[in-house]
């Protein structure tokens, strides 16, 4: 953007690196900072999520550009070197982003945040604040890096295959994972003491990870 906040971040921290995909306002931003000789801003013209983030220790803060938002997270988060992140998205998305089991929010992002990341709503910007003014109410979020375990690449499978057939119960949204016969299913879903008739809306991130073992106990993946 036009720098707006970076302009007061530069004037707090040790170094920043700004990305913007914009190469004229990328010149812009580079002759300001030039001009006022500050020393220790990049300023990088670059699509983030093309961008190859250096392995050193870093922290994040951005207002997020709300198409490609949830993709950018989706980036930093499994990250290990960064350690605090703070971005505003539209308040819909950040609810999604930390809603727990049971809310009509708690998604398959939901998951993928709380396995990566402490989260936190900080709190509400209102569209008066901007100009021109959104259609929508935008959200402050923080979130820590956990810095867990590389996740079995079936964990995320099923919670996306489970999300994406979020009606129907966790026995019949399993039976349909991976072409498992529904008497395996309900042989896992007993094993990790869960009502099949649950729907996959109800079950925590701890009961996916044990649906995730179990599962691949009894089964043999091509991943």
Request: charged share 20%; with cysteine; hydrophobic share 40%.
């Amino acid at each position: 953007g036009k720098g707006i906040l970076t302009k007061v971040i530069q004037l707090q921290v040790k170094y920043l690196t700004a990305v913007e995909t914009d190469e004229m306002l990328s010149q812009q931003l580079n002759h300001f900072f030039s001009f006022h000789g500050a020393r220790n801003i990049e300023i990088i013209n670059a699509d983030f999520l093309k961008y190859n983030i250096p392995n050193t220790e870093f922290k994040v803060i951005s207002n997020l550009p709300y198409n490609v938002g949830t993709a950018i997270i989706q980036k930093i988060l499994p990250l290990k070197n960064w350690t605090t992140a703070v971005f505003m998205l539209q308040k819909e998305v950040i609810q999604r982003l930390a809603a727990r089991p049971g809310s009509k929010a708690y998604s398959y992002i939901s998951i993928f945040t709380s396995y990566y990341a402490g989260c936190k709503t900080l709190f509400d910007v209102s569209p008066r604040c901007f100009n021109p003014p959104p259609k929508v109410i935008s959200s402050v979020i923080k979130l820590t890096n956990k810095v867990p375990e590389p996740p079995d690449p079936v964990f995320f499978d099923l919670v996306k295959h489970a999300f994406k057939t979020r009606r129907k119960t966790i026995l019949n949204c399993l039976s349909s994972f991976k072409n498992l016969e529904k008497s395996k299913a309900a042989h896992i879903i007993d094993a990790c003491a869960l009502d099949p008739f649950l729907r996959p809306d109800k079950l925590s991130i701890s009961d996916f990870l044990r649906l995730t073992d179990e599962t691949r106990k009894h089964t043999i993946y091509n991943v």
